[in-house]
């Protein structure tokens, strides 16, 4: 599987800005780039994913690099109910290309954001 | 929608005792996951389905057993509980597959083998 690498753990205040980085230089050219995260005592929740193009929803913006070897998740302005696990996912290939038919997900540890108020 | 719940939301086993954790959707859902997530660690696949009467083996499933007779329903069994087995599982499920699809997980169970 490829392999995503995250920081450990970042801080941000209340209403700035937050850019959570990814690395993944194995990915292949048809994975695609998933985030979600997991807020305390709850299950992970989906937050965006793309393939090539910036991608921007309601919650957040993903910026893949032009090479596609790492990505970013920005939060616009944080509140203090972004404060969760961030995990950063490329989604199994189908199997022609050696993966699983079901679309695994492989999580990582994921990075801890904290959010001052 | 109540999208995926999941019953009991704590339960506390003694050893070699056996229990079944229930998981539900109602959003007509294809695949259906199931993962348990040890304390500081990201979450790992046991078993999954990708349509009633279809099961398989994730990641870690030993000691587990799973059925899927409708498309709303993938109860995770534990036989012989073991203290390893603690944990918090969550239930998953998608629409389908595929590298752009979505998965939405249940509240999770909160698993204590004593």
């Known amino acids: 599987d490829a392999k995503t690498t995250q920081p450990n753990s970042m801080e941000s205040n209340e209403e700035e800005p937050v850019h959570l980085p990814c690395n993944h230089s194995?990915?292949?050219?048809?994975?695609?780039i998933h985030w979600y995260r997991q807020l305390p005592s709850q299950g992970p929740e989906y937050v965006i994913h793309?393939?090539?193009s910036n991608v921007n929803n309601r919650m957040a913006s993903l910026a893949i690099a032009e090479d596609r070897k790492s990505s970013t998740l920005i939060l616009h302005r944080a509140t203090l109910r972004d404060a969760a696990v961030y995990y950063c996912?490329?989604?199994?290939?189908?199997?022609?290309?050696?993966?699983?038919?079901?679309?695994?997900?492989?999580f990582g540890q994921g990075t801890i954001l904290t959010v001052h108020p | 929608n109540a999208g995926v719940t999941q019953t009991p939301k704590f339960r506390i086993l003694k050893i070699g005792q056996s229990m079944t954790l229930q998981c539900a959707q109602d959003?007509?859902?294809?695949?259906m996951y199931w993962y348990r997530q040890d304390p500081g660690m990201g979450l790992k696949l046991i078993y999954y389905?990708?349509?009633?009467?279809?099961?398989d083996k994730g990641e870690v499933p030993n000691g587990y057993n799973v059925s899927r007779s409708t498309t709303e329903d993938f109860p995770l069994r534990l036989e012989l509980a073991a203290p390893s087995q603690t944990s918090v599982y969550f239930c998953?499920?998608?629409?389908?597959?595929?590298?752009?699809?979505?998965?939405?997980f249940g509240p999770g169970t909160r698993l204590t083998v004593l």
């Open positions: 998953a499920s998608s629409y389908a597959g595929g590298r752009g699809d979505t998965q939405y």
């Open positions: 194995t990915i292949s050219g048809t994975d695609y």
């Open positions: 793309g393939l090539t």
């Open positions: 996912i490329l989604r199994d290939p189908p199997p022609n290309a050696g993966g699983t038919s079901y679309g695994k997900l492989t």
């Open positions: 959003m007509n859902h294809n695949y």
């Open positions: 389905s990708v349509g009633a009467g279809i099961t």
